[in-house]
């Protein structure tokens, strides 16, 4: 009888969710001699919304942030702590690093507002930066692309400037680091003809840029729907010739792994280069989230299954189709074996590489109830 209880958990919880008595409604789970497939007390993480980041560290513990609290677990969720905030309506998150956050306001302003919380959301601030303009400055468009964390107190702030209504004229990417402490801004570096998009470090000296660029059609006609990536050695203050991507689409998102394998995708497509953006080849099949072990043995997880690469990119093997977490476009490992795979507001557990998978939060209806 066990076995049947536990294979047919999810439908035997859906009946006792309908099952009442008189004209008093109860939940049944409480009188299983069961053990449901998640903890139900996690409930309150699981209808707290979308879950905007979560890690898996080393000693098994898990900490996470979803668009209302933040949490951890050191117990696979059997016990947890969390801890609610509260974000101004106007902004837009750009970067979370631990219990901090990073965004801008999404009123557009000259420059545009930056909104940060170094205590965990408990209370906010707002800082208008003071940034190095030209004297005509309103004959151009400056607006942040990409506000990352370098550390607690400094961030990089990246701007493109362009002409106002046309993707013609003088284009600019601009690179500040800004003291949240002071206030003070620091130009870092221009990269003149560019347009920018989206900006990546790895530590504190290296660092990627996915750049566009208006370039001539051969009917007199102009187009910036192409991608060009520029890489820095010293944090920003220089950067080398941009490099040709493509030529034939938009891209807006960026994925860099530690060890410099680099991903940049627009939905239909996905290039790559395992050898720090000198050269670039189309992947092939579309990638969207990446965890790296070297430069070359990589995973990545999809609807279909996780899958493997151990040449950079250049072709993936079906590693595990079996239990395979749906609807989450986030993983995070902490080796080869151990990691975490999320997305909504699921999180599930693998122990051995991707072959099983164990749901940690999902709204099963007996958890959202």
Same mark, same amino acid.
């Given at each position: 009888?066990?076995?049947?209880?536990?294979?047919?958990?999810?439908?035997?919880?859906?009946?006792?969710? *309908?099952?009442?008595?008189?004209?008093?409604? #109860?939940?049944?789970?409480?009188?299983?001699?069961?053990?449901?497939?998640?903890?139900?007390?996690?409930?309150?993480?699981?209808?707290?919304?979308?879950?905007?980041?979560?890690?898996?560290?080393?000693?098994?513990?898990?900490? $996470?942030?979803?668009?209302?609290?933040?949490?951890?677990?050191?117990?696979?969720? +059997?016990?947890?702590?969390?801890?609610?905030?509260?974000?101004?309506?106007?902004?837009?998150?750009?970067?979370?690093?631990?219990?901090?956050?990073?965004?801008?306001?999404?009123?557009?302003? +000259?420059?545009?507002?930056?909104?940060?919380?170094?205590?965990?959301?408990?209370?906010?601030?707002?800082?208008?930066?003071?940034?190095?303009?030209?004297?005509?400055?309103?004959?151009?468009?400056?607006?942040?692309?990409?506000?990352?964390?370098?550390?607690?107190? *400094?961030?990089?702030?990246?701007?493109?400037?362009?002409?106002?209504?046309?993707?013609?004229?003088?284009?600019?990417?601009?690179?500040?680091?800004?003291?949240?402490?002071? $206030?003070?801004?620091?130009?870092?570096?221009?990269?003149?003809?560019?347009?920018?998009?989206?900006?990546?470090?790895?530590?504190?000296?290296?660092?990627?840029?996915?750049?566009?660029?208006?370039?001539?059609?051969?009917?007199?006609?102009?187009?910036?729907?192409?991608?060009?990536?520029?890489?820095?050695?010293?944090?920003?203050?220089?950067?080398?010739?941009?490099?040709?991507?493509?030529?034939?689409?938009?891209?807006?998102?960026?994925?860099?792994?530690?060890?410099?394998?680099?991903?940049?995708?627009?939905?239909?497509?996905?290039?790559?280069?395992?050898?720090? $953006?000198?050269?670039?080849?189309?992947?092939?099949? #579309?990638?969207?989230?990446?965890?790296?072990?070297?430069?070359?043995?990589?995973?990545?997880?999809?609807?279909?299954? *996780?899958?493997?690469?151990?040449?950079?990119?250049?072709?993936?093997?079906?590693?595990?189709?079996?239990?395979?977490?749906?609807?989450?476009?986030?993983?995070?490992?902490?080796?080869?074996?151990?990691?975490?795979?999320?997305?909504?507001?699921?999180?599930?557990?693998?122990?051995?590489?991707?072959?099983?998978?164990?749901?940690?939060?999902?709204?099963?209806?007996?958890?959202?109830?």
């Amino acid at each position: 009888m066990k076995n049947i209880v536990k294979k047919h958990l999810p439908a035997i919880v859906s009946f006792i969710l *309908l099952s009442s008595c008189g004209d008093k409604e #109860s939940l049944l789970i409480d009188k299983l001699e069961i053990t449901p497939i998640v903890n139900p007390n996690s409930k309150v993480i699981v209808k707290s919304g979308y879950f905007l980041k979560a890690e898996l560290f080393e000693s098994n513990r898990i900490e $996470g942030v979803s668009e209302s609290l933040l949490f951890d677990t050191d117990d696979y969720f +059997q016990s947890f702590n969390y801890l609610t905030y509260s974000k101004p309506y106007e902004l837009q998150i750009t970067d979370i690093q631990g219990n901090n956050f990073l965004g801008k306001s999404t009123y557009y302003t +000259q420059p545009q507002q930056i909104i940060y919380s170094l205590n965990k959301g408990q209370s906010w601030e707002h800082l208008v930066p003071q940034l190095e303009r030209d004297e005509n400055i309103y004959n151009y468009e400056y607006r942040a692309v990409s506000i990352k964390f370098h550390d607690q107190n *400094l961030i990089y702030y990246l701007e493109g400037k362009s002409k106002p209504y046309s993707i013609e004229g003088t284009r600019s990417a601009l690179l500040h680091k800004i003291d949240l402490g002071t $206030g003070k801004a620091e130009l870092l570096s221009k990269i003149e003809d560019y347009y920018p998009i989206i900006i990546e470090f790895i530590d504190e000296n290296n660092g990627w840029v996915l750049l566009n660029k208006v370039v001539p059609l051969n009917n007199y006609q102009v187009t910036d729907r192409n991608a060009f990536i520029a890489r820095t050695k010293d944090g920003g203050k220089t950067w080398s010739e941009p490099v040709f991507v493509d030529g034939s689409a938009p891209y807006k998102n960026l994925i860099v792994t530690k060890y410099g394998t680099i991903f940049i995708f627009n939905g239909e497509k996905t290039f790559y280069s395992n050898n720090y $953006g000198e050269t670039w080849k189309l992947s092939p099949m #579309s990638i969207y989230n990446v965890v790296g072990f070297d430069s070359m043995h990589l995973l990545t997880l999809n609807d279909v299954g *996780l899958f493997e690469s151990n040449n950079g990119g250049g072709s993936w093997e079906l590693k595990s189709s079996k239990n395979t977490p749906r609807y989450t476009d986030k993983i995070s490992f902490i080796n080869e074996k151990q990691g975490i795979a999320y997305g909504g507001n699921s999180l599930y557990l693998t122990n051995d590489g991707g072959t099983t998978w164990k749901t940690l939060l999902y709204p099963y209806p007996y958890i959202m109830q």
